[in-house]
C-alpha cells in the first residue's frame, strides 16, 4: 500500500507562482514515474508533466517553460514548480506514482488533489 499526499496550491495572481509538493509512503514499494495531472471543471484529467526514476521529465505544451517537475528520491517525494501562472492554469492537481513491488507488475497511486486558482 501506498499513500500520497500533496501539499502546496491556493490562491494566486496570474503571474505568480506556486509549488507542489507530493509525498509517498508505505513499505516495499519502488517509485518508477511520477507525474502531475490536473483537471478543471468540465474537463478531463490530463497531464500535466511526469519524471522518471532516472530524471527524464515531459511537459504538456501548454505549461513548457513556465512549470518544473522534479524529485527527490530520498525523500519519494515529487515537486511542481509552477511559475508564470495563467487563469487557464486553474485547476484541481493530482499527484500520480507508477509503484513497483519487485516484480514486472506496476500500480498506479493517486494524491488527493489541491486546488490551484489564477486569478486575472
Known amino acids: 500500500q501506498v499513500q500520497l499526499v500533496q501539499s502546496g496550491g491556493g490562491l494566486v495572481q496570474a503571474g505568480g507562482s506556486l509549488r507542489l509538493s507530493c509525498a509517498a509512503s508505505g513499505s516495499r514499494f519502488s517509485i518508477n514515474t511520477m507525474g502531475w495531472y490536473r483537471q478543471a471543471p468540465g474537463k478531463q484529467r490530463d497531464l500535466v508533466a511526469r519524471?522518471?526514476?532516472?530524471?527524464?521529465?515531459n511537459y504538456a505544451d501548454s505549461v513548457k517553460g513556465r512549470f518544473t517537475i522534479s524529485r527527490d528520491n530520498a525523500k519519494n517525494t515529487v515537486y511542481l514548480q509552477m511559475n508564470s501562472l495563467k487563469p487557464e492554469d486553474t485547476a484541481v492537481y493530482y499527484c500520480?506514482?507508477?509503484?513497483?513491488?519487485?516484480?514486472?507488475?506496476?500500480?498506479?497511486?493517486w494524491g488527493q488533489g489541491t486546488q490551484v486558482t489564477v486569478s486575472s
Open positions: 519524471i522518471t526514476s532516472n530524471g527524464s521529465t
Open positions: 500520480k506514482a507508477v509503484v513497483s513491488f519487485g516484480s514486472v507488475a506496476l500500480y498506479q497511486y
